[in-house]
């Protein structure tokens, strides 16, 4: 009995094994999980970050990935929306503009999920139901940075694009 136990089980582990193994032979790579961290508000930076994200979907490909972008401090900036930047304290930059929101919601269609810092939108008195793109309350986490920790603890790659 023990032995039709263990031949069981490497079967199944073989199977497993062989599924993992088709899917980087297709794509040259396994299932990831990633998370990017964006902290800057440089728009040239931002749009370059949206693009290393799409990159890596479409090496990878969307139904491999699993991929999550935190936002805190200047990184807001990202989803801050032109007409917000008057009201909204200590941002220099407002990068959601029609080009950066058609990117953003392209990566979310393909399952790339944004979250943003609290501890940013408390401390720099953002309306993040009117003054950032996109976003609900689904999206936002108590600290961006305390996010990042526990994504990397839960086993996703850190990148800082």
Same mark, same amino acid.
């Given at each position: 009995?023990k032995?039709l @136990?263990k031949?069981? /089980?490497? $079967?199944?582990?073989?199977? !497993? *094994?062989?599924?993992t193994?088709?899917?980087?032979?297709?794509?040259g790579?396994?299932?990831q999980?990633?998370?990017?961290?964006?902290?800057?508000d440089?728009?040239?930076?931002?749009?370059?970050a949206?693009?290393?994200?799409q990159n890596?979907?479409?090496?990878?490909?969307?139904?491999?990935?699993? @991929?999550?972008?935190? /936002?805190? $401090?200047?990184?807001?900036? !990202? *989803?801050?929306?032109p007409t917000?930047?008057?009201k909204?304290?200590k941002?220099?930059?407002?990068?959601?503009?029609e080009?950066?929101?058609?990117?953003?919601a392209?990566?979310?269609d393909q399952?790339?999920?944004?979250?943003?810092?609290?501890n940013?939108?408390?401390?720099?008195?953002?309306d993040?139901?009117?003054?950032?793109?996109d976003?609900?309350d689904?999206?936002?986490?108590?600290?961006?940075?305390?996010?990042?920790?526990?994504?990397?603890?839960?086993?996703?790659?850190?990148?800082?694009?």
């Open positions: 009995m032995n @136990l031949i069981t /089980l490497i $079967g199944i582990m073989a199977t !497993l *094994l062989g599924g193994a088709a899917v980087a032979d297709q794509t790579y396994a299932k999980k990633v998370v990017y961290h964006i902290n800057y440089n728009p040239k930076a931002q749009k370059g949206l693009v290393n994200i890596h979907i479409n090496a990878v490909g969307a139904e491999n990935l699993d @991929l999550k972008v935190v /936002l805190h $401090g200047n990184g807001l900036a !990202l *989803l801050l929306e917000s930047l008057d909204v304290s941002f220099k930059h407002a990068n959601a503009s080009e950066m929101t058609a990117r953003i392209s990566l979310k399952g790339v999920g944004f979250n943003v810092c609290a940013t939108v408390r401390g720099r008195k953002v993040y139901q009117t003054d950032l793109y976003v609900d689904g999206d936002i986490v108590p600290s961006g940075v305390a996010e990042v920790a526990k994504l990397q603890a839960m086993g996703y790659s850190y990148i800082k694009p």
